[in-house]
C-alpha cells in the first residue's frame, strides 16, 4: 500500500467518526442560527407557521428600543464587574488556600484549614440557579420575613415599617442580582486556580521566598503570570455567563420573564423572552437574537486578543 | 523552558477553538428556540359520522380526543373525569396532558400543524391568546354556542351561559375562546380579624382608608398586594376607574381612546385614592416586593386587613387559611361621585379553552365544549376545582361552598347586573404590561399620579398602532 492511500484510508477513518457529530452539530446549531437568521426580517409572531417578509424592519426598530438598549448596557455592566470581582476574589482565596500561610520551614503551604476551606467554598457550585434563585429570594425578601431585612431590622439598622425592597429597588437589584453571581462562581474559579497553582512547582516559590520576597510580590510577580492561561478562560467563561443571566432575572425580578422594577434589572435574553413568547413578536425576538449572537462574538474575540500574553512553560 | 506564543500552535488552536465554541453556548440556547417546526402536516383527514339533533358536530364514534390541560391551582383531576365520561358517551380513546408549561409544549405543535383538540390555555406561560388568534390557530366556536344545549334541547347553549362569556371569548370579533371559570374580583378581608377588632367592612374609600388606619394603629398592615405581580393592585386602580367614571371610562380605555387617562377626572382620582394608601403608609410593609403567595399568606396570618384579588384565592391559598379564618369579599369600596353603585362588581371569566383551527378531531374537540357546558360537567368541576363555572345556574345546589366562595356568590347575587369587566389585558399584552410597571413605580413611591396616568396614556397610544386595534372594538 502507497503511502497516499495509506494516509487517506486515515483520513477517511477519521472523517468517519466526525461526521456523526459534524452531522449534530450542524443540523441542532448552525441549521437554527441559519432560520433564526431568516425570522429576524419576518414578522413572525412565534405560534403560526405564516409570516410576512420586512425587510430590516425589525433591526431599525431594535435601535430605537429603549428596553432593549437599557437591557444591553446592563449586560455590559455585568460583562465588566461579574468577571473582574469573581477573579479577584478567587484568585485572593486560592492563592490564600495555597500559597498565603506563613513560609515557615515547612516551605510554602495554605493557610490554616485550607483543606476545609477548599470543601467549604465549592458548596455554592452544587446548588443549580433555580435553587439558588429561591435560596437568594428568601434572603432578599422584601418585609421583614426575608434574611437580610430580618437581621437589619434587629440590628436596628433599618425601621421594621420601612424594610429596604432589595429586588425592587432600581439602584439596588443589578447589584443584588450581581452578587448572587459571583457568590455562586467564586468557590469553582477558586478550584480551578487552586489546581493551576497546585502544578506549579514548589522551588519556584522557594526560590522567591529565599529572595525574601512577600506574600504580595510572590503573587503578582510568581503566581499570576503562571496562572494566566487559567485567568484567560474564566474570562471568558465568566463573560458568557454575564451575557445570559436569564435564569436569575426572569426568576428573581418582578415582570413578564424578569427584568423588573420598571426596566431596572433587564438583560437582552430576559426582553428577548417576553417579545418572542408573550408578546406574540417573534421576528422582532430573532433580530434581539442575532444581535446577541454577534455581541457575544465580538466581545469574546476582543477579550481573547486583550488578554493575550507571552506564556510561560514550565 | 519557555516558549512563545509565534504562530499558532498545537495547544492554542484547541484552547482558542474550545473558547469559540463556548461563546456560542449561550446565544445557542435562544436561538435554536427561534427555530419552528417547518412543514405542515397535511395528512390527516379525521372520520365523520352523520350530523344529527344529539351529534350536532358530527363526532365519529371510536376517534381519539387529544387534550391538555394547564396544571394550576385548579388542578387537572376535573379534566381527567371529564375525559372519561366522554370516552364512555362516545367511545373515543382520549390521551390526557395536564402541564404548567404550555407554551413549551404547544408551541412546537401549533407551529407543526398538529395541535391537540381541547386546550385549556392558561396561566404564566400560556400561549397567548391574540397571538393565537392573529395566527388563524384558532377554530371559530360559534358552532358550539348555537348547537342545543345537553341539559335542555330547546334551548342553545348560547343561552345557558353568564353574561360576559361570550365577549370575552372574542376575539378581533370572533368567538374563539370559551372562558370556563367565573370569577369576581375586589378586596378580601378575614371575617374573623374584622370581627374582634370590631370593623365594619368599609363601602367607600375614606372607609376603607379609615379601617386601614385602625388597622396600622392595631399594628397590622392595612392593604397588602402581590406587588412582585402588579396585575392585582391594577385590579384595583382599574375597578375604581370604571366604578367613579362608569362603563364608559372602561371602554374608552379597552377601545384605546385618546383620552382614556389623560384629562379623564375618573382615572386621576383613582390612582390618587390608591396613592394616597401609599402616602399614608398604609400598605403591609414589605408588600411592595412579594410574591401573590408571600404576600397572601402573610394576609392570612393577619398581617394585613385587605389583600386585592380574584375568587380563585381561597383555592389557591386553601393550606395557608385558618381554618376560622372565614374568608370573606368585599366589592371595591366607592369614590366620591361614582356612576356604579357600591355592588358592582367586575366578573370575570376566565380559564380559557380552545379548539385549534389545525386539530386532528375539531368535531370531537367541539363536542368536548358542549358537554363542559351541560350541568353534569359543571358540577364535576366545582366539586373537584372548588369554583364556579360561566354555566348559569351550573352548580347542583347540594355541593357546600366553602365561606369565600360563598361571600363571592353572595356579592355576585347583589350585584345583579352591574358586573363588569376589562378586555385590554387579553386585547393587548404590551400595554397591559406598561401599565403594570407603571403601577409598580407607583406603589414604591418612586411616581406621582399624573406620572402614572402620562405612562397609562403613552402605553394606550401605542397600542392604538397594533394592527389588531381595528378588530378589537366593543360597545
Given at each position: 500500500m502507497s503511502h497516499v492511500a495509506q494516509r487517506r484510508g486515515k483520513y477517511g477513518f477519521i472523517a468517519g467518526f466526525l461526521f456523526a457529530p459534524l452531522a449534530l452539530y450542524l443540523t441542532f446549531v448552525i441549521w437554527p442560527y441559519v432560520q433564526t437568521f431568516g425570522y429576524s426580517f419576518t414578522n413572525w409572531s412565534g405560534q403560526s407557521p405564516t409570516f410576512d417578509f420586512v425587510g430590516t424592519d425589525n433591526y431599525a426598530a431594535l435601535l430605537k428600543d429603549e428596553v432593549f438598549r437599557g437591557a444591553l448596557w446592563h449586560n455590559l455592566l455585568l460583562l465588566v464587574f461579574v468577571p473582574l470581582v469573581t477573579i479577584l476574589l478567587a484568585l485572593f482565596f486560592a492563592f490564600m488556600v495555597?500559597?498565603?500561610?506563613?513560609?515557615?520551614?515547612?516551605?510554602?503551604?495554605?493557610v490554616g484549614g485550607s483543606r476545609f476551606y477548599k470543601v467549604v467554598y465549592f458548596f455554592p457550585q452544587v446548588l443549580s440557579l433555580a435553587i439558588l434563585s429561591v435560596l437568594f429570594g428568601a434572603i432578599y425578601r422584601s418585609d421583614e420575613g426575608g434574611l437580610l431585612n430580618g437581621f437589619l431590622t434587629r440590628m436596628g439598622v433599618i425601621d421594621a415599617a420601612h424594610p429596604v425592597e432589595w429586588l425592587n429597588e432600581p439602584d439596588l437589584v443589578l447589584w443584588c442580582l450581581l452578587l448572587v453571581v459571583v457568590w455562586h462562581g467564586v468557590g469553582f474559579y477558586l478550584v480551578l486556580?487552586?489546581?493551576?497553582?497546585?502544578?506549579?512547582?514548589?522551588?519556584?516559590?522557594?526560590?522567591?521566598?529565599?529572595?525574601?520576597?512577600?506574600?504580595a510580590q510572590t503573587f503578582f510577580k510568581v503566581t499570576l503570570p503562571l496562572l494566566w492561561d487559567?485567568?484567560?478562560t474564566s474570562a471568558v467563561y465568566l463573560g458568557i455567563a454575564a451575557m445570559d443571566m436569564f435564569v436569575l432575572v426572569s426568576t428573581m425580578t418582578s415582570g413578564q420573564f424578569g427584568g423588573g422594577p420598571d426596566h431596572h434589572s433587564e438583560v437582552m435574553s430576559t426582553v428577548l423572552m417576553r417579545n418572542f413568547l408573550y408578546f406574540g413578536k417573534s421576528g422582532y425576538a430573532c433580530a434581539m437574537g442575532v444581535v446577541m449572537l454577534a455581541l457575544t462574538m465580538i466581545l469574546s474575540v476582543i477579550t481573547l486578543r486583550a488578554t493575550r500574553r507571552e506564556r510561560i512553560e514550565f | 523552558m519557555g516558549s512563545t506564543g509565534e504562530g499558532l500552535g498545537r495547544r492554542?488552536?484547541?484552547?482558542?477553538?474550545?473558547?469559540?465554541?463556548?461563546?456560542?453556548?449561550?446565544?445557542?440556547?435562544?436561538?435554536?428556540?427561534?427555530?419552528?417546526?417547518?412543514?405542515?402536516?397535511?395528512?390527516?383527514?379525521?372520520?365523520?359520522?352523520?350530523?344529527?339533533?344529539?351529534?350536532?358536530?358530527?363526532?365519529?364514534?371510536?376517534?381519539?380526543?387529544d387534550v391538555v390541560v394547564f396544571k394550576g391551582g385548579f388542578g387537572d383531576d376535573y379534566a381527567k373525569a371529564w375525559e372519561a365520561a366522554f370516552d364512555k358517551k362516545w367511545g373515543t380513546t382520549s390521551?390526557?396532558?395536564?402541564?404548567?408549561?404550555?407554551?413549551?409544549?404547544?408551541?412546537?405543535?401549533?407551529?407543526?400543524?398538529?395541535?391537540?383538540?381541547?386546550?385549556?390555555?392558561?396561566?404564566?406561560?400560556?400561549?397567548?391568546?391574540?397571538?393565537?388568534?392573529?395566527g388563524d390557530q384558532l377554530a371559530d366556536l360559534t358552532a358550539v354556542l348555537d348547537s342545543p344545549s345537553l341539559d335542555d334541547p330547546t334551548k342553545k347553549v348560547r343561552d345557558t351561559l353568564v353574561e360576559g362569556a361570550y365577549e370575552q371569548g372574542l376575539q378581533g370579533g370572533k368567538f374563539v375562546v370559551l372562558k370556563y371559570v367565573y370569577a369576581v374580583f375586589g378586596f378580601w378581608y378575614s371575617g374573623k380579624l374584622f370581627k374582634e377588632k370590631g370593623w365594619a367592612p368599609p363601602k367607600t374609600w375614606d372607609e376603607f382608608l379609615a379601617v386601614c388606619a385602625k388597622a396600622k394603629e392595631a399594628g397590622i398592615g392595612g392593604l397588602a398586594h402581590q406587588g412582585k405581580f402588579p396585575y392585582y393592585i391594577n385590579v384595583v386602580i382599574m375597578d375604581l376607574i370604571a366604578k367613579k367614571g362608569g362603563l364608559d371610562a372602561m371602554k374608552a380605555i379597552d377601545n384605546l381612546e385618546p383620552n382614556a387617562f389623560e384629562g379623564n377626572p375618573a382615572a386621576l382620582a383613582a390612582v390618587e385614592a390608591v396613592y394616597e394608601v401609599v402616602e399614608k403608609g398604609l400598605l403591609m410593609p414589605g408588600t411592595n416586593g412579594l410574591t401573590h403567595t408571600e404576600s397572601q399568606t402573610a394576609w392570612n396570618q393577619y398581617k394585613a386587613a385587605f389583600i386585592p384579588s380574584g375568587s380563585w384565592l381561597e383555592n389557591e391559598q386553601l393550606k395557608q387559611t385558618p381554618e376560622d379564618f372565614d374568608m370573606k369579599f368585599l366589592p371595591m369600596p366607592l369614590l366620591?361621585?361614582?356612576?356604579?353603585?357600591?355592588?358592582?362588581?367586575?366578573?370575570?371569566?376566565?380559564?380559557?379553552?380552545?379548539?385549534?383551527e389545525k386539530a386532528a378531531n375539531k368535531a370531537a374537540g367541539?363536542?368536548?365544549?358542549?358537554?363542559?357546558?351541560?350541568?353534569?360537567?359543571?358540577?364535576?368541576?366545582?366539586?373537584?376545582?372548588?369554583s364556579l363555572?360561566?354555566?348559569?345556574?351550573?352548580?347542583?345546589?347540594?355541593?357546600?361552598?366553602?365561606?369565600?366562595?360563598?361571600?363571592?356568590?353572595?356579592?355576585?347575587?347583589?350585584?345583579?347586573?352591574?358586573?363588569?369587566?376589562?378586555?385590554?389585558?387579553?386585547?393587548?399584552?404590551?400595554?397591559?404590561?406598561?401599565?403594570?410597571?407603571?403601577?409598580?413605580?407607583?406603589?414604591a413611591q418612586r411616581i406621582q399620579p399624573k406620572e402614572w396616568i402620562k405612562r397609562a396614556q403613552a402605553a394606550v397610544n401605542k397600542a392604538a398602532q397594533d394592527p389588531n386595534a381595528k378588530n378589537n372594538k366593543r360597545s
Open positions: 495555597n500559597a498565603g500561610g506563613r513560609g515557615g520551614a515547612g516551605g510554602v503551604q495554605g486556580f487552586s489546581a493551576a497553582m497546585q502544578s506549579v512547582p514548589k522551588d519556584i516559590y522557594e526560590a522567591a521566598l529565599l529572595d525574601g520576597a512577600g506574600r487559567s485567568v484567560q | 492554542d488552536l484547541i484552547k482558542r477553538s474550545a473558547a469559540l465554541g463556548l461563546i456560542t453556548v449561550p446565544t445557542m440556547s435562544f436561538l435554536s428556540a427561534c427555530a419552528s417546526g417547518g412543514a405542515e402536516n397535511s395528512t390527516k383527514g379525521p372520520a365523520k359520522a352523520a350530523v344529527t339533533k344529539e351529534n350536532p358536530f358530527g363526532v365519529a364514534k371510536g376517534g381519539k380526543l390521551s390526557h396532558l395536564g402541564t404548567q408549561e404550555i407554551t413549551a409544549k404547544l408551541q412546537p405543535r401549533f407551529n407543526g400543524g398538529n395541535p391537540p383538540d381541547v386546550v385549556d390555555d392558561s396561566g404564566a406561560q400560556q400561549i397567548k391568546l391574540d397571538v393565537l388568534a392573529k366620591a361621585d361614582s356612576k356604579l353603585p357600591f355592588e358592582a362588581i367586575r366578573a370575570g371569566v376566565d380559564e380559557p379553552f380552545i379548539v385549534p367541539f363536542e368536548f365544549l358542549r358537554s363542559m357546558l351541560s350541568r353534569e360537567w359543571s358540577t364535576i368541576f366545582a366539586q373537584q376545582a372548588n363555572t360561566v354555566v348559569k345556574d351550573g352548580v347542583d345546589p347540594s355541593v357546600k361552598l366553602r365561606p369565600g366562595t360563598q361571600s363571592a356568590v353572595e356579592a355576585l347575587k347583589a350585584a345583579g347586573g352591574n358586573t363588569f369587566s376589562y378586555r385590554y389585558p387579553d386585547w393587548y399584552s404590551e400595554m397591559d404590561t406598561e401599565i403594570q410597571n407603571a403601577s409598580n413605580e407607583l406603589m
